[in-house]
């Protein structure tokens, strides 16, 4: 009588995990190099080169002071009467002022204990009114 070999095959329960880790890999490569990340929008601000300095009349100036409430105060040159109003309501002062003179420049100081957004709105509101010379500093007290 012949024997005949007969061989066990033993059934694995467990899930082979040796091309877990490369499948992984491929994956987090594939995803990396084909996600779009969007740009940041941030303020379209072209600084002046570096000592470059220019004398300004003050009847050309309008100084916009941002406050710590998120009031906006408006004084026009040297004049000594001032305007408080909305972050929103610039833009119809900067239009109206700006068509009595063109060369008309925004001095736009903002007081340090202001939040961030203040001053951001105003400086939003100046660019929907089409000011192109502005001027941003820092409120001393």
């Known amino acids: 009588m012949a024997v005949?070999?007969?061989?066990?095959?033993?059934?694995?329960?467990?899930?082979?995990?040796?091309s877990m880790a490369d499948i992984?890999?491929?994956?987090?490569?594939?995803?990396?190099?084909?996600?779009v990340f969007p740009k940041d929008k941030g303020l379209a601000i072209v600084l002046p080169e570096e000592g470059v300095t220019a004398q300004v009349s003050q009847?050309?100036?309008?100084?916009?002071?941002?406050?710590?409430?998120?009031?906006v105060q408006i004084?026009?040159?040297?004049?000594?009467n001032?305007?408080?109003?909305?972050?929103?309501?610039?833009?119809?002062v900067?239009?109206?002022?700006a068509a009595d003179n063109p060369n008309l420049i925004a001095a736009v100081k903002t007081?340090?204990?202001?939040p961030y957004k203040c001053m951001v709105d105003v400086l939003d509101a100046l660019h929907l009114a089409k000011?192109?010379?502005i001027s941003l500093q820092m409120l001393e007290k």
């Open 131 to 133: 000011a192109d010379k």
């Open 111 to 114: 007081d340090p204990d202001a």
């Open 24 to 35: 992984a890999f491929l994956l987090l490569i594939f995803f990396l190099t084909t996600t």
């Open 94 to 97: 900067w239009r109206q002022a």
């Open 4 to 18: 005949l070999d007969q061989k066990k095959t033993k059934v694995s329960d467990e899930i082979p995990t040796s």
């Open 59 to 71: 009847k050309n100036i309008m100084h916009i002071i941002v406050e710590p409430n998120c009031t």
């Open 82 to 92: 001032v305007q408080t109003l909305r972050a929103a309501d610039v833009q119809g």
């Open 75 to 80: 004084k026009r040159g040297e004049a000594t």
